[in-house]
Structure formats: structure tokens, C-alpha cells
């Protein structure tokens, strides 16, 4: 009893450490942390630490002499059955995997959190292979899914998984999430109020908005912040629209599109029997619906208080990306 008490401890106190140093940037620190670590338990007990932290940190390497490197070496035949076997473990898999896409500022997290909470979904990442991919630098923002990162989230045990991710549907992209089971559910948002909130979120130190403004930025006035938001994302809101379109007409993914306006603040019953018949057998609707009408989130309008100018030059471009598409649902 005493040794199964001692194992509990050492695995807690492991897991514990796993969460510490997953958001640990600094390479310097996160080395000498880790080695300290392993150099206060049993060696025999080392490679399988290692192996634990590099999972959790993709920045740690151990220090392993140069002996011990030969042991441990793999050739490319023996790496290219394991990692085939952990893509058909990863992709063959029964669970629910989802992806919530969404440009900035449209409140994606109001859906990933609400199909967390109802189906029992974990969070994921699918763009960087690391437990915590955002506090180390990360972006979430237009990458196309990382494969190892698609593996590692498809070994995760529990119902499935849902990442939240603002990317664009590349061929690429559309495939990887039809190998790897992933339904996307793209969230669509009136563009003026989209624009408004970006602004907001980039005036907060930290936001993945923020360092893509310039230095100064929350010095300047308003409508020239709005200038600049609107020059950086009105036409990858217009891209991002156009994107899943185009895909779902060429036949390489079939997304469900949900409208900010008409589902989450419109009759979240009926978005919530959307979800549960794109979803599947094991979406309940039910609690879906429940969920959802938990859930609060700002109401539509932040748009009408754009400057004139903002929204000339929001409408001009959306207008100049549309050809033949129809991107009204973004302008009105």
C-alpha cells in the first residue's frame, strides 16, 4: 500500500511539473528545469520522463551522451511504421473530433466552449504539437493544421476533441481534416461588427490581435486604429468567407456554416439541431440547446459606431472579393 501511495504521489507530482513547464518559451530555463527534475529521480526511470516532457514541451531535449544516442537511435524504415500506426490509431478512431474556425473577433470560443461543456469535448490545438502551443508563441491564426499536431491530439483518450482555429481552407487543409475525421464548423459574422471587435481585442496587451498591430497603436485615435484593423483584416475576413465556399463547392470538405446573428443570438434550438444533425449520433440536442442558452455574448450593433470612412472602405473591399460569390451574409 505504502508503494502504490508513493507512485500516486510521483505521478501527481510529475503531471504537475508536465503543466508547469508547458508554457515555458525561455529554451535556457526550460532546460535546466527539466534537468533538475530528472536528476533528483531514479535513472532507470529517465527516458520515460524525458519522453514526458518533451510531449508536453516540444523545446526539451534531454542531455543523453553520445553512447546512449547510438542506443537510442531509430532508422527511417522503423519511424515510418510508427508513425503510420499512430496516424491510423489517430485517424481510425470512433471519437468526435470538431473544429470551430471563425475570424478574429467573431466569438468562436461561445461554440467550442458550449460543445465542450455538452458533449464532454477537450480542447485542442491542431496547428502546433505542444500541450500549450499559444503561450509559446504560437499563432492560431491562418496556419494549415500540423500533422504531428493532428496525430497528437487523435491519441487523446474521452469522446473526442474540439479546436478552436481562425484559418483560411486550403486543399491541404481540407484534406488533413477529412483523413484525420475532423467536421469543421465555420462561424460567419456581420463584418463591420467583426472589424470593431478586433480593435477592441487589440488594445488588450497579449491578444493574438495585438502583436499584429503596429508599436503605437493604442496611442493613435480611434478611427485610424480602425483604419489600420480594417486594412489588415477585411480582406482576410472576405478570403476566409470565400475559402470554405470554394472548397465545399469543389467538393473537398462539407462544412456546417453558422451565422453569429441567426443562431447564436437568434433560436439557438434550432442552431443546436444543426449542430447535433452535422455532428452525429453522439451530439445530443438537447443538451446542446441547454447549453447554448446558458451561454451569453455581445449583441450585434458594435459596428454602427465605425466612422464613415471605415465602413466606405470595409464595404469596398468585401464588394471587390465577391465577383460572383455572394458575401451579402458579411454586410448585413
Known amino acids: 500500500m505504502d508503494n502504490l ?20 518559451s525561455d529554451v535556457a530555463a526550460l532546460d535546466a528545469m527539466c534537468h533538475d527534475f530528472l536528476y533528483r529521480q531514479p535513472p532507470q526511470q529517465g527516458l520515460e520522463y524525458s519522453a514526458g516532457m518533451t510531449w508536453a514541451n516540444p523545446f526539451f531535449l534531454p542531455n543523453i551522451p553520445r553512447e546512449s544516442l547510438d542506443l537510442l537511435a531509430l532508422d527511417r524504415g522503423y519511424f515510418a511504421e510508427m508513425v503510420m500506426r499512430a496516424k491510423l490509431t489517430a485517424a481510425r478512431n470512433d471519437r468526435l473530433n470538431v473544429l470551430v474556425t471563425a475570424a478574429p473577433g467573431a466569438a468562436p470560443d461561445f461554440l467550442d466552449g458550449a460543445l465542450s461543456i455538452a458533449l464532454g469535448l477537450l480542447t485542442a490545438n491542431i496547428v502546433a504539437g505542444a500541450a500549450e502551443p499559444v503561450l509559446l508563441g504560437a499563432s492560431t491564426l491562418d496556419q494549415e493544421p500540423d500533422e504531428f499536431a493532428l496525430i497528437r491530439e487523435g491519441l487523446m483518450m474521452g469522446a473526442g476533441y474540439v479546436a478552436r482555429h481562425a484559418a483560411r481552407c486550403t486543399p491541404y487543409a ?139 472602405m470595409v464595404a469596398r473591399i468585401v464588394r471587390g472579393y465577391a465577383g460572383e460569390e455572394d458575401l451579402s451574409a458579411l454586410l448585413d
Open 5 to 24: 501511495a508513493r507512485k500516486d504521489d510521483q505521478a501527481q507530482e510529475f503531471g504537475s511539473f508536465l503543466h508547469a513547464i508547458s508554457s515555458v
Open 174 to 312: 481540407a484534406r488533413m481534416l477529412a483523413l484525420y475525421n475532423i467536421r469543421p464548423v465555420v462561424v460567419t459574422r456581420n463584418i463591420f461588427d467583426t472589424i470593431a471587435e478586433i480593435e477592441v481585442a487589440a488594445l488588450t496587451d497579449g491578444s493574438a490581435v495585438a502583436a499584429m498591430m503596429p508599436a503605437g497603436f493604442a496611442s493613435l485615435g480611434r478611427e485610424d486604429r480602425l483604419m489600420l484593423v480594417a486594412g489588415r483584416f477585411a480582406a482576410w475576413i472576405a478570403e476566409f468567407h470565400l475559402s470554405w465556399k470554394r472548397a465545399e463547392r469543389e467538393g473537398l470538405v462539407k462544412p456546417l456554416f453558422l451565422s453569429y446573428e441567426a443562431d447564436f443570438l437568434g433560436d439557438r434550438h434550432l442552431a443546436a439541431r444543426k449542430l447535433a444533425e452535422f455532428l452525429g449520433p453522439k451530439a445530443n440536442a438537447m443538451r446542446l440547446s441547454a447549453v447554448l442558452d446558458e451561454r451569453e455574448i455581445p449583441a450585434a450593433g458594435a459596428g454602427e459606431t465605425l466612422p464613415a470612412a471605415v465602413r466606405d
